[in-house]
């Protein structure tokens, strides 16, 4: 004979991420969720891994780690130009994880999702002997052709960025004492991204992506897909006047860096004006950096026309 | 200035799992997919993580982790009643795992997107610092209001399971040098379960869900969910005969042990001819092992009528 208490594992669930759950989720205890797909959109699907130590460091407040799992997915809806709808996740927990991290990092979580307008759906919790390693698949939804899409930049078409480039990277430097962040904002942003949800977007971009390994690189990835090259002059990349605080010295940095989680754009220059009106009414700022052109190699200028010379375009896992 | 080649990340992505890539994948290339929902169909999610050293052990073979990476995830749609659609996945790999390692888990993924029926729609692959960590949503489609649910069971509801209990758990311990298995039969069904789809059990079964953690454990899940109790006649309960070959000392373990991936369901008695019916349509085997009854207990009884004792009722990670 046997209780029929829950094991420690589903009373967990219950406890911090039952609250979480959302439409369709069958409070998350069904072996599956359901759910009606709104009439006449198109689903959107994103899923990003992050392990401690990698994405975010091992001491990280718990709810900046949710918050932020959440919000590197909503970044890639946001690149797609999608609304956000539902997302499941799964959580692989060394087993000492306190129940105090699993409250917090589902506060992070819970406080998001109000922002964000949307809930969880399903997931599933495990034990690891590694570290602390959480994957989230985000639903969105949108009108039908009209996502946003990383092919598509024409030759002439302006290279354009939302909000700044390089505060993730150096918080990540700041949090490891590299940098002086005496505001603490370079950190908050390594911690807290902004996904650049909600900028009506469809009909002004050529092509788009999210800026989450390096701004070079993945400008290189809109080259790639366009079979285009591009010029970017960085005296132009947007710089937050605590990374400009940081010094000259991380330009590159800054770069290459990723982290960003901004949106890089190819806009035709006739429809800058639809840009600006569109980030303006997003509550975003937009500045061009550069311009895609003919060719298959992304060159860095700095203000005088010279070469800016970078020892790696970008992250790569491997 | 720097190249246009893509950096190792996206091109260990391209070599191995854009192959697998499907409708609305948009060949991986983008930062989200894309997917028309099936008209008037309502959509089931289900998410689950596996872990080198925890869910499979490290020396599998890699493409039997691929395989049972998503027939885990498959015996939940099974269990909702769900026919499979498609599937992202996140991959945070050590960063010594080698190619071969990677062709193989792909050729798994392969083999098995044709048996099942289901594509390849977009993930992520990071490194870490720890083991193998994998984490799959699965994505499929049911008619609106034919999801089998969890709850439901009534008092005199026969309990049902397909196939047959416990050789996955033995499998490990086989593995692990524990348990006899001259054959393999055992170590095959820990490392690819048989996820139940394609049974016509809508309107037949009053409550179902997959054993994952344990047979009695999960009976459990079904007695709260239905604020009943239940007895398991340990007799009744299918066994292989490679299970009934390692000895009578492991039955407690085929009650518990978790690692199925078989279907149990609450069956009206009325109904126990529609089930088979089912079955045999569905090329799979289902055996009556008890009841469910008034109570909140499950009571596990042996041939004579007496209680079978058990540590623990299944798996909890915490």
Redesign the interface.
Known sequence: ????G?????S?IARHFRPLAGP?S?DL?????????PRGR??????????A???FLPDDPADTVGAKLLRVNL???A??G?TPLAY??????P?DTGDAWFAAFASGLARDQARFGITL???????????M?L?L?A??H?A?GA?L???GAMAGDDIWVTGTVGDGALGLLALQGKVLDAGGYLAGRYRLPQPRLGLALHGVVSAC??VSDGL??DV??L???AGL?AVVEAALVPRSPAALAAGPAWLATCLTGGDDYELVMAVPPGRAGLLMAAASAGNCAVTRIGRFEAG?????LDASGA?VH?D???????
């Open positions: 004979m046997t209780g029929a829950p094991p420690a594992e589903f967990l369709g069958l205890l069904d072996d599956g969720a359901l759910l009606v797909p198109e689903l959107v699907f994103t899923a990003d891994a992050m392990v130590g990698v994405h970044s890639d809806l690149a797609m999608a499941l996740m799964t959580v692989s927990a087993r759906l399903g997931g599933d919790t495990t034990a690891t002997p590694g570290p390693t994957s698949t639903i969105g949108i039908p996502a899409r990383r092919a992506m999210d070079v690189q290189g990835h080259c790639r897909a090259g298959s190699q992304v060159r860095v070469t970078l790696r375009p970008g992250w790569s896992h491997f």
